[in-house]
């Protein structure tokens, strides 16, 4: 309640008016906005203007920064304040588990054959001769071609005979 007096009053004596003030106290005084949040004063109310990450009327709500499912290649979100976290499947890294593991750092690949990563592991693309997982394994020989008959000279002499080929 607010006392005026008024002084320019023609009559005589004593005049005076009052005003209430309906809300008493600043609403905001209690600091009813939480995590940082602005408050505002209403002649009988007070709003929070939240700080970024939490929401509701207190700005009690620490927002959830996983619900957007950030985490790539089965990471695990953990909610943080503006932010999260991602928990990433072994060999998996970057902020949202992102990169994949370099499957090639150890050279697996052998004899020259050309490591390629892959989601959950590599595979190895082998030089002609190289076969196998890691280009490990020579590529067998083909048997050559059967060799045509040596062409008959005169027939002076027999054939010498030639020892088996394998
Ligand atoms: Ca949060």
Same mark, same amino acid.
């Given at each position: 309640?607010?006392?005026?007096?008024?002084?320019?009053?023609?009559?005589?004596?004593?005049?005076?008016?009052?005003?209430?003030?309906?809300?008493?106290?600043?609403?905001?005084?209690?600091?009813?906005?939480?995590?940082?949040?602005?408050?505002?004063?209403?002649?009988?109310?007070?709003?929070?203007?939240?700080?970024?990450?939490?929401?509701?009327?207190?700005?009690?709500?620490?927002?959830?920064?996983?619900?957007?499912?950030?985490?790539?290649?089965?990471?695990?979100? =953990? $909610?943080? *304040?503006?932010?999260?976290?991602? +928990?990433?499947?072994?060999?998996?890294?970057?902020?949202?588990?992102? @990169? %994949?593991?370099?499957?090639?750092?150890?050279?697996?690949?052998?004899?020259?054959?050309?490591?390629?990563?892959?989601? =959950? $592991?590599? *595979?190895?693309?082998?030089?002609? +001769?190289?076969?196998?997982?890691?280009?490990?394994?020579?590529?067998? @020989? %083909?048997?050559?071609?059967?060799?045509?008959?040596?062409?008959?000279?005169?027939?002076?002499?027999?054939?010498?005979?030639?020892?088996?080929?394998?």
């Amino acid at each position: 309640m607010v006392f005026v007096s008024d002084d320019s009053a023609a009559e005589s004596g004593f005049k005076f008016s009052f005003e209430f003030e309906l809300t008493g106290p600043d609403p905001c005084e209690s600091n009813p906005c939480q995590h940082d949040g602005e408050c505002e004063s209403h002649p009988d109310y007070y709003t929070c203007k939240c700080s970024d990450g939490f929401a509701g009327i207190n700005c009690e709500i620490d927002m959830d920064e996983c619900a957007s499912y950030p985490c790539k290649h089965g990471g695990t979100c =953990v $909610d943080g *304040v503006r932010d999260y976290t991602c +928990d990433c499947l072994e060999g998996f890294t970057g902020k949202d588990c992102e @990169t %994949p593991p370099d499957f090639c750092a150890s050279n697996p690949c052998e004899n020259g054959g050309l490591c390629v990563n892959r989601n =959950v $592991d590599f *595979v190895c693309s082998c030089p002609r +001769d190289f076969m196998g997982e890691k280009c490990e394994e020579p590529v067998p @020989t %083909p048997s050559p071609p059967p060799t045509p008959a040596p062409t008959t000279p005169a027939p002076t002499q027999p054939e010498p005979t030639e020892p088996a080929k394998n």
